[in-house]
């Protein structure tokens, strides 16, 4: 065995000058990616040390997109004991190695499932207004439901990645905006982190906390896909908010 460095190693994707860390698993001390596709999808192996003795005790191989992980030693033993031993094509196969019951290692293949459509039906009231603002540090309820090619909703049994929250700074100007502070909520009660809630109402919630935007102007709000390797949105659910 080898004695690890005790600082963890991360890893980071740059794109259009933006830097993106690519996350830790619990355990890991080091995030080292192997390959990346054209679409961007990354894989590589995450290495695990005791903590007590800083021995070196395994790997197991990813993939990240879009900011989320899929851990492919836990589902698939992937990469447990070769992690080099992995790579992506453009067309999302993921090659790696496996080691049986009988301690032999294989060469496996993963292939891509076929990726459901969902469409989103939404936002409900106050959030289809038209552009919208509030009193400030108010909170914006945004309730959607998503439904397949069948029109059957989904619920987050159906999914193992819940729908995101994507807001951008929209350009000026338009309509003006409508008051909708009477149906909004108090601050205190937004959404933390950045994933749609399904509630027993049938639909997926999240709170946006406007007081997280300083900036005047206006913003667009969308529901987006958890991971896109999964399930894709489309057509999304969109607003607009307006920070006076």
């Given amino acids: 065995m080898d004695i690890v460095d005790p600082f963890p190693t991360r890893a980071y994707v740059w794109k259009d000058g933006v830097m993106t860390d690519l996350g830790m698993i619990e355990g ?36 990240w997109e879009n900011g989320s992980i899929i851990d492919l030693g836990e589902l698939y ?45 939404g936002f409900e009231s106050p959030m289809n207004s038209g552009p919208v603002t509030v009193n400030k540090n108010r909170v914006l309820p945004l309730k959607a439901q998503l439904v397949d090619q069948n029109g059957l909703l989904i619920t987050d049994s159906d999914i193992s990645f819940p729908p995101l929250i994507q807001v951008v700074k929209a350009l000026t100007g338009g309509e003006p905006p409508i008051d909708v502070t009477n149906e909004s909520l108090p601050a205190g009660l937004g959404t933390d982190g950045n ?16 007081k997280n935007f300083s900036g005047p102007g206006a913003y667009n709000v969308s529901l987006v896909s958890g991971i896109e390797t999964e399930y894709q949105v489309n057509p999304s659910c969109t607003a607009t908010f307006i920070i006076e």
């Fill in 28 to 63: 890991a001390y080091a995030n080292e990616p192997i390959d990346v596709n054209s679409s961007g999808i990354v894989v590589g192996y995450f290495a695990f040390a005791d903590p007590v003795t800083l021995w070196d005790i395994g790997q197991s191989a990813y993939v």
């Fill in 77 to 121: 033993n992937m990469g447990t004991t070769d992690p080099w031993g992995i790579a992506i094509t453009d067309s999302n196969q993921i090659y790696g190695t496996i080691r049986d019951e009988y301690d032999q290692l294989h060469l496996v293949r993963l292939d891509p499932v076929t990726i459901e459509v969902y469409s989103c039906i």
């Fill in 195 to 210: 994933q749609f809630v399904y509630t027993i109402d049938g639909k997926w919630h999240y709170n946006l906390m406007t």
